[in-house]
């Protein structure tokens, strides 16, 4: 069965600092893709990155980037120069392959910037 | 491009009633997925519709149940309201082949049951 676990309840950051949150997650599925999500306290999911099992890069976008370790089973994510409005809920989910949009979210981290 | 709207985005029942959530996807998008989020049991997914046929479903009970209309928008009902039913849900868009992988989702619809 899809697994997901984020071990970071909650993290504090100075503003301008790089965070690195983690994500583990278990399948038995060659083929799945790995989400990053961001919910700030207004609840809306924001997509902000993904990683497909068998992309040779890890995937970034802006200052988000994935630090994928398919070996390992790991997918953090990594938040360069950080920012007071990247405070919010931080989401990891996965999607196994086949078409079907069934997401397994993590229980989340919750970061804090500080100015 | 309009993103993912929910209606209503709050609503407060008693518990033995009945609601009904709806969510309009992304223009274009045939795929909607539906998810509770509870403080307690983090985010879980309800079901899946692609093209007006369930396509997945998540592990709750009969009480739960959608559809999905020819325009891909999709409702979501919930019979027998208890207190547990409490919860933001949540629903997500998505072109819905393999290849596509962004789900986008919209801002919620928050369920209080009394």
């Known amino acids: 069965a899809q697994k997901i676990t984020q071990t970071q309840p909650g993290m504090f950051v100075q503003e301008k600092e790089a965070v690195t949150l983690d994500c583990t997650y278990d399948?038995?599925?060659?083929?799945?893709?790995l989400f990053w999500y961001k919910q700030p306290s207004s609840g809306e999911m924001i997509f902000l990155i993904y990683?497909?099992?068998?992309?040779?890069q890890n995937a970034t976008e802006g200052r988000y980037s994935l630090n994928f370790q398919k070996a390992r089973k790991s997918a953090n994510l990594v938040i360069s120069a950080s920012q007071l409005g990247d405070s919010a809920m931080y989401f990891c989910?996965?999607?196994?392959?086949?078409?079907?949009?069934?997401?397994?979210f993590g229980q989340g981290t919750r970061l804090t910037i500080n100015p | 491009k309009a993103g993912v709207t929910q209606t209503p985005r709050y609503l407060i029942k008693t518990r033995g009633q009945q609601v009904t959530l709806s969510c309009s996807p992304i223009?274009?998008?045939?795929?909607v997925s539906w998810y509770q989020q509870t403080p307690g049991q983090g985010l879980q997914f309800l079901f899946e519709?692609?093209?007006?046929?369930?396509?997945n479903k998540g592990n709750f009970p009969g009480r739960f149940s959608g559809r999905q209309f020819s325009n891909s928008r999709s409702e979501m009902n919930v019979s027998t309201l208890e207190l547990g039913d409490s919860a933001l849900y949540l629903c997500?868009?998505?072109?819905?082949?393999?290849?596509?992988?962004?789900?986008?989702f919209g801002p919620g619809t928050r369920l209080t049951v009394t």
């Open positions: 399948t038995s599925d060659p083929s799945y893709g």
């Open positions: 519709y692609f093209s007006e046929t369930q396509r």
């Open positions: 997500a868009s998505s072109l819905g082949g393999d290849t596509s992988y962004e789900q986008y």
């Open positions: 990683q497909g099992s068998y992309d040779q």
């Open positions: 989910a996965m999607r196994e392959g086949g078409g079907a949009q069934k997401l397994v």
């Open positions: 223009s274009g998008h045939r795929s």
